[in-house]
């Protein structure tokens, strides 16, 4: 996948995450975007929490799943309304997603 342009997309995860491990509330967490099934793709999850991790945090969690910003690629927000199926109100959902590629000799 070496010099391959990929997606990274972050997302609160309201209601907690179960995989990679469970979290007990809400946190944040980065997946890259990769060919084949969801549970494959590289995942970061910050610590339970509702901030919003800074452009330093986003890039320490890519660079720790082998990736890195694409040339020129910035941080896209858009905001969205939650499902209403969970167990709470329909809400805001922001996301954030960018353009990414691996870095040489990392996880892509």
Same mark, same amino acid.
């Given at each position: 996948m070496s010099g391959r342009v990929l997606r990274a997309q972050l /997302?609160?995860?309201?209601? =907690?995450?179960?995989?990679?491990?469970r979290t007990a509330g809400p946190c944040w967490q980065l997946y890259i975007v990769i060919p084949g099934p969801v549970r494959e793709w590289p995942v970061f999850?910050?610590?339970? &929490?509702?901030?919003v991790p800074s452009?330093?945090?986003? #890039?320490?969690?890519l660079a720790a799943l082998g990736f890195t910003l694409a040339d &020129?690629?910035?941080?896209?927000? /858009?905001?969205?309304? =939650?499902p209403p199926y969970h167990p709470?109100?329909?809400?805001?959902?922001?996301?954030?997603?960018?353009?990414?590629?691996?870095? /040489? =000799? #990392?996880? =892509?």
């Open positions: /997302s609160l995860r309201c209601c =907690g995450t179960t995989a990679p491990e999850t910050w610590p339970t &929490g509702p901030e452009r330093e945090d986003r #890039g320490a969690a &020129g690629a910035e941080w896209e927000w /858009s905001e969205d309304s =939650g709470h109100p329909v809400r805001v959902a922001l996301l954030a997603a960018t353009k990414v590629q691996p870095v /040489s =000799g #990392g996880a =892509g």
